[in-house]
């Protein structure tokens, strides 16, 4: 397995975690020494794995488990730590994300998730799209 | 100057060079060599530099500058990758961003970039908000 690949299976593990509202397998995913900053969809920013690893909590606690499916996901490694781009498919809506990673204990390990919709509007108050 | 200071710095570079519409600033802002991002708020992801570049080309472009104020960064180092996170101020809307840096031939250079909005909505199609 390369790096690549073993920082693609770390995403999806996050998306296995979260469709299973596996709380454990989302508190092992998540980095224990790197610094670990969330920002869910519409929130403000969470920082520090207390703050992330609550919302995580609450989240997967919901009786009704979310249904994410994670497709289009690209990795880009810089040394021991990663980024993957990918998009999320929910009932309603359609989402990309910026999922980050670093080696930890030689393991790929989340230290940042951030998502938004795609097609929600312009950018940064103009109205463009891309060419 | 600190790393921390350095990185900082080179986020608010990018905020002055997206007011002052100047593309020179933010073309030589983004890395030369490493993998370069960016999700505009809305976008599909755009991948790599001509791609991104071209992005900045159009947007900064436009007649009428975005006034855009950046507030509440900071950052978060991984040797030499960093990530800034910070709330854009618009006109009409409020923004939170993930602004990703590597250290390339001693600067800090942008790998990405993604905004999105603030209490626009809820958690990948759940109603909650953070405790």
Known sequence: MTERDAVLAANLEFYRA????????METLW???APVLCIHPGW???LGREAVM???RDLLANPEPTHIMCH??????YGDFATV???EELANVHLVATNLFV??????RMVHHQAGPILAGSY????HRPH
């Not at 979260?18 to 397998?25: E, H, K, V, W």
């Not at 289009?72 to 490694?77: E, I, P, V």
């Not at 080696?103 to 790929?108: C, F, I």
Request: hydrophobic share 35%; net charge negative; aromatic share 14%.
């Open 31 to 33: 980095a224990r020494v």
């Open 103 to 108: 080696k930890e204990s030689g393991a790929w």
């Open 54 to 56: 609550q919302s995580w």
């Open 72 to 77: 289009d996901d690209q990795a880009f490694l």
């Open 85 to 87: 781009i990918c998009e």
């Open 124 to 127: 940064e108050g103009q109205p």
């Open 18 to 25: 979260f469709t299973a509202s596996d709380y454990r397998a």
């Open 44 to 46: 403000p920013p969470l």
